[in-house]
């Protein structure tokens, strides 16, 4: 038998739909583990994510061998469910050279909203998929936890990491050498532009893309420049780019 205890936000029925495992069923502790809190996959379809992702922070679930006779085992579940969480206060830290705003608007999370553990690991790639920190150091940290109240603080911890690339390549054809030198700044900041304080040494942390890159030959050279920012105005999330090049070209026959 399998039984569950304490549970009154979900049925039994909607339990065991996401619990898999029914009477009769050759017992798989491994299997148990996973279907109750999979370690392994922080958006898996368990029990715990059921709970997690509907505001029980503060829940828990437990299964216990009541009774074996033989190779028979019934199993109680017993489930803790507590009150549900909203979030208080939402801070980020580490962060060195990205200005807040820009982590801020990325957030899936908002102070008064109700706990979501799939928010917090959309938060988490989303972050990651900015390009400016260690995706592997990202680390939301629970702070102030209060079970009676009801609330929860959370800290987004971030790790900076280059975001600017340099490129230089070399060759030969059509008759002569190629040259291309190329500079991305990955984490620009175009309002800063004209403060020499911001030098560092680009005015860097507002999240625009800047591109600067030169190719020449002893035929032509090209110069081009590409802008985009991917919060038009800094208040949607509507890209914004713009691109501008040069071309002179020299010894050239047209006859």
């Known amino acids: 038998k399998i039984n569950f205890l304490g549970n009154t936000i979900y049925s039994d029925a909607q339990l065991f739909s996401v619990l898999k495992i029914g009477e009769g069923d050759t017992y798989n502790g491994v299997e148990l583990d996973k279907r109750i809190a999979d370690s392994d996959d922080p958006d898996a379809n368990d029990l715990t994510n059921l709970y997690q992702n509907s505001g029980y922070l503060f829940s828990s679930i437990t299964p ?22 909203y979030f208080n206060n939402i801070t980020v830290s580490g962060n060195d050279r990205t200005n807040d705003h820009v982590i801020y608007r990325e957030l899936r999370t908002r102070p008064g909203q109700l706990y979501n553990k799939s928010n917090v690991v959309r938060t988490i790639r989303e972050l990651g998929q900015l390009g400016f920190f260690d995706p592997e150091a990202i680390d939301p ?26 490129e230089l390549q070399g060759g030969y054809g059509g008759g002569g050498f190629i ?31 800047l591109s600067l890159r030169l190719q020449a030959s002893q035929f032509f050279n090209t110069y081009s420049f590409t802008f985009s920012g991917p919060w038009l105005g800094g208040r ?4 914004f780019s713009t691109s501008l090049s040069r071309t002179n070209q020299f010894r050239y026959d047209f006859l």
């Open 236 to 239: 949607q999330p509507v890209q």
């Open 64 to 85: 216990v061998e009541v009774s074996a006779d033989g190779n028979v085992i019934d199993l109680e579940i017993r489930v803790t469910e507590g009150k549900p969480a």
């Open 179 to 209: 040259g291309t030198l190329g500079l991305s700044f990955n984490n620009f900041s175009m309002r800063n532009i004209w403060d020499k304080e911001s030098y560092k040494p680009v005015p860097s942390g507002d999240g625009q893309k």
């Open 141 to 166: 940290k629970f702070k102030n936890v209060d079970p009676a109240a009801g609330t929860v603080d959370i800290e987004y911890n971030v790790v900076e990491k280059g975001s600017s690339q340099i």
